[in-house]
């Protein structure tokens, strides 16, 4: 199952932290969850595997 491990606001910082989560060797992945008034996505969840939740949060407080 997949788990949201991170709600980032911009694709960019999505991307940023799915290469970083991937470098590490977990799987990720990023699905945009809402729409501006325009129709641009405006957020985005970054998902781990459920086994790799504790991994994936530590290395998001790393590097915070």
């Known amino acids: ?7 980032a606001r911009t694709k960019d ?3 940023k932290l799915q290469k970083i989560l991937e470098d ?8 945009p969850i ?3 008034a325009d129709g641009s996505d405006t ?3 970054v998902l781990v595997p459920e ?5 994936a949060h530590g290395l998001i ?4």
């Open 1 to 7: 199952m997949w788990t949201v491990v991170y709600i």
């Open 13 to 15: 910082m999505a991307d």
């Open 24 to 31: 590490d060797g977990m799987l990720v992945k990023v699905r």
């Open 34 to 36: 809402c729409k501006s």
């Open 43 to 45: 957020g985005y969840e």
């Open 51 to 55: 086994s790799e939740v504790e991994q």
């Open 61 to 64: 407080i790393d590097i915070q």
